[in-house]
């Protein structure tokens, strides 16, 4: 039984380092160096290259490296019996917050154009927003979300979040399903995207979803790029009901030189890091899910395949 490490375009080293430091006799083999296909049991894995899972008759895990698994569950010829399993780990939801918390306070305060207007020697003061004066909309209540709308409450904002199925968050009025998506959506001044991709939430920040905010919304995606209609946010910017937007996943990503996203003034870009998985941080846990699997027992974190999440 071994394990494979498979991604692509993603330096590997620190994740063989500390698999290899917290288990100096791990078998850890590297695709697409394979010595042997049968003796794969257990795929570490990140944006993989598609089909490449059906060279591996006796695997039985496929782990993704971060919290996300759409990039292992779009892939059609993904073994049948294959369990699926994700990382859930304390210091990426806790990332996750303080990116968030940044990129609302930067807007709310004015940070990016005071940057722009310090370039020209303007000494320019504007309005800005205050916490009492803003509701936050979560889109996604799980880990993530569900801990991102907590820190939000405690630093004093009215926070509303929206999921599939009702739960008591303390400090967090709970909206679900398409029929209260409306209802959660003209009160949030500042939309956070934390759902996963699946067939029911791409495109889901779109025209009509814009349309509902109240004027003047700012959107925080750090959920995927797939969410985003990105034609459909330069409108609702351009027209003036969107204020902005902080964008972290794109649909191509790293985000193509000639995109107009570079260079618009209400949109800052950040190059996927909301909230990165440091490999020391989460090792224990796949390594715990790679001795369930040899004891037969049952896995850490597995997600559902058909629901996708
Ligand atoms: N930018 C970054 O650096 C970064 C880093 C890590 C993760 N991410 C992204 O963040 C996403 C969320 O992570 P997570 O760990 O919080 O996921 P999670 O624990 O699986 O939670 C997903 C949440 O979305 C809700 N949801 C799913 N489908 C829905 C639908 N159709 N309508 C309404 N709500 C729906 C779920 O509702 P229920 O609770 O009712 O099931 C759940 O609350 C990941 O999938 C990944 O794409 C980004």
Redesign the pocket.
């Known amino acids: 039984m071994s394990i494979m490490i498979i991604t692509q375009g993603k330096d590997i080293s620190p994740w063989v380092k500390a698999l290899q430091e917290t288990r100096p006799d791990l078998n850890v083999q590297v695709y697409p160096d394979i010595r042997d296909d049968s003796d794969i049991t257990f795929a570490l894995s990140w944006n993989h290259p598609l089909g490449a899972f059906q060279g591996f008759p006796n695997l039985k895990c496929i782990a993704s490296m971060?919290?996300?698994?759409?990039h292992i569950l779009k892939d059609p010829d993904l073994p049948e019996t294959a369990v699926v399993t994700?990382v859930?780990d304390e210091n990426?939801t806790r990332d996750?917050a303080t990116f968030t918390l940044a990129a609302a306070l930067n807007y709310m305060r004015g940070l990016t154009e005071y940057k722009a207007l310090q370039h020209r020697h303007a000494w320019e003061r504007r309005e800005y927003k205050r916490v009492g004066e803003v509701t936050i909309g979560v889109?996604?209540?799980?880990?993530?979300?569900?801990h991102v709308a907590k820190v939000f409450s405690r630093a004093g904002f009215r926070v509303n979040g929206?999921?599939?199925?009702a739960?008591l968050l303390d400090g967090v009025t709970v909206y679900?399903?398409q029929n209260e998506l409306n209802t959660f959506l003209a009160q949030a001044n500042i939309l956070i995207c934390?759902?996963?991709?699946?067939k029911?939430?791409a495109g889901i920040l779109n025209k009509a979803t814009f349309a509902r905010l109240p004027k003047g919304a700012y959107l925080i995606n750090?959920?995927?790029g797939e969410h985003l209609v990105e034609e459909d946010l330069l409108e609702a910017i351009e027209t003036g009901h969107l204020a902005g937007a902080s964008l972290?996943?794109f649909r191509e990503e790293p985000l193509p030189a000639a995109h107009p996203f570079w260079r618009h003034p209400n949109i800052d870009v950040t190059p996927?890091?909301?909230?990165?998985t440091h490999p020391a941080s989460v090792v224990g846990q796949i390594l715990e899910n790679y001795d369930r699997l040899r004891k037969e027992e049952s896995l850490l974190h597995v997600?559902s395949r058909q629901r996708g999440?």
């Not at 971060?66 to 759409?70: E, I, P, Q, S």
């Not at 996927?272 to 990165?276: E, G, T």
Request: hydrophobic share 50%.
């Open positions: 971060g919290a996300g698994v759409d994700r859930v990426l996750m889109m996604g209540l799980g880990v993530l979300g569900a929206w999921a599939r199925s739960r679900t399903g934390l759902l996963p991709l699946t029911e939430t750090v959920a995927r972290d996943v996927h890091i909301a909230s990165v997600v999440y």
